[in-house]
Nanobody, 115 residues
């Protein structure tokens, strides 16, 4: 069983920046494929981006150029750096770990972009 815990959500003004963290348990973290998703009120959960064990990344078009995913394997942590935030980025952000054939989700952290 892998525990996944997100943190860092907050209220931020449009144009601002925020960094989310996602900590995952387990000694094999360096090979976990980690992804970020988000779910806005009344909408389905959508994929934001992912980072492979080797550090390769890919992003949804809606966040490309504004969001960056990085990982620190020594800390078992993945980060989502968000810049140039827009009101439409408001959502609960979830972290997902893929470990072998199993998928683990965190509980989510709220990001609100509003003036």
């Amino acid at each position: 069983q892998v525990q996944v815990v997100e943190s860092g959500g907050d209220l931020v003004q449009p144009g601002g920046s925020l960094r989310l963290s996602c900590a995952a348990s387990g000694s094999g973290f360096s090979i976990y494929v980690m992804a970020w998703y988000r779910q806005a009120p009344g909408k389905e959960r959508e994929w934001v981006g992912f980072i492979s064990g080797g550090g390769n990344t890919n992003y949804a078009d809606s966040v490309k150029g504004r969001f960056t995913i990085a990982r620190d394997n020594a800390k078992n942590t993945v980060y989502l750096q968000m810049t140039s935030l827009k009101p439409e980025d408001t959502a609960v952000y979830y972290c997902r770990a893929v470990v072998g054939g199993s998928i683990y989700w965190g509980q989510g952290t709220q990001v609100t972009v509003s003036s």
